[in-house]
């Protein structure tokens, strides 16, 4: 396999709405790092694309455009490439590591002729983190040790591609009680405990969390990290390049490099 860059991106509107914030900066950091590294496409792994009930989903069309949303003013809507070859080798990768996974078109069944439309959480990452793309959904109904293997099965899918793994994630969704999804403890305590195991590249230990205790920290995350834990699995080093939680939800930057043994 040939991941030559991986990354936890945000996937919040605030990162265009607040230019000074430090999100913006580690988004900006993480897009000279991603340009550095070269990746001729991108896998990039979104909680809030098309799901699929007990499957993996991954995107094959030709092009990929953002669709208009709450969140993102139309200015900054994302239309891009997508990656049809390397979207047919993630298929094939995870199914040959049994786990259930389909192609999934739009308006086509000709790949290069479907336009689809995204969601912010490929299309945020995606205006920084400029590249051809396979966009990939987790599945909740599947387990932490199916989502690492399919991180793995996605990172072999690369072959010789110089490619980059991106794992989209917002973190607790109740740090405000006036969010719109109220306040929860489990918010802050969640999101303290995840960015310390990204500062201490330990992302493996998610694997004996419980996904309940995401589920009540209303986290964005978990899925996407387990995933990310197994592409790059020990062999990259990682630099926490900004955190924090400016209204109800979490918000991280961290750069993945492959360590240069």
């Known amino acids: 396999m040939t991941l030559v860059f991986a990354a936890v991106a945000p996937h919040g509107g605030l990162v265009y709405e607040q230019p000074e914030a430090p999100t913006r900066g580690g988004m900006e950091e993480l897009a000279r790092r991603f340009e550095a590294a070269r990746p001729e496409a991108a896998i990039v792994v979104t909680p809030h694309g098309t799901l699929l009930d007990g499957h993996f989903a991954v995107v094959r069309s030709g092009t990929l455009s953002e669709h208009a949303n709450r969140f993102?003013?139309?200015?900054?809507?994302?239309?891009?490439?997508?990656?049809?070859?390397?979207?047919?080798?993630?298929?094939?990768?995870?199914?040959?590591?049994?786990?259930?996974?389909?192609?999934?078109?739009?308006a086509s069944t000709v790949a290069g002729d479907s336009e689809m439309p995204i969601d912010w959480g490929a299309g945020i990452p995606l205006s920084f983190l400029r590249a051809p793309a396979a966009v990939v959904t987790p599945c909740r109904a599947l387990s932490n040790e199916e989502h690492v293997r399919a991180g793995a099965a996605l990172a072999h899918a690369t072959g010789e591609r110089r490619v980059a793994f991106v794992a989209s994630a917002d973190?607790?969704?109740?740090?405000?009680?006036?969010?719109?999804?109220?306040?929860?403890?489990?918010?802050?305590d969640y999101d303290d405990r995840v960015m310390q195991l990204i500062r201490e590249n330990r992302l493996g230990d998610l694997v004996d969390w419980e996904p309940g205790f995401a589920q009540a920290a209303k986290a964005d995350s978990f899925w996407q990290l387990l995933m990310l834990h197994g592409a790059v699995g020990d062999a990259f080093d990682v630099e926490l390049l900004s955190y924090e939680a400016p209204t109800y939800f979490g918000m991280a930057c961290a750069a993945y490099t492959p360590r240069q043994d």
């Open 72 to 106: 993102v003013a139309e200015e900054h809507l994302y239309t891009g490439p997508g990656e049809p070859e390397l979207a047919d080798a993630c298929v094939h990768a995870l199914q040959a590591a049994g786990l259930p996974a389909l192609g999934i078109t739009f």
């Open 171 to 188: 973190h607790g969704h109740g740090h405000a009680a006036d969010g719109p999804y109220g306040f929860a403890a489990e918010s802050k």
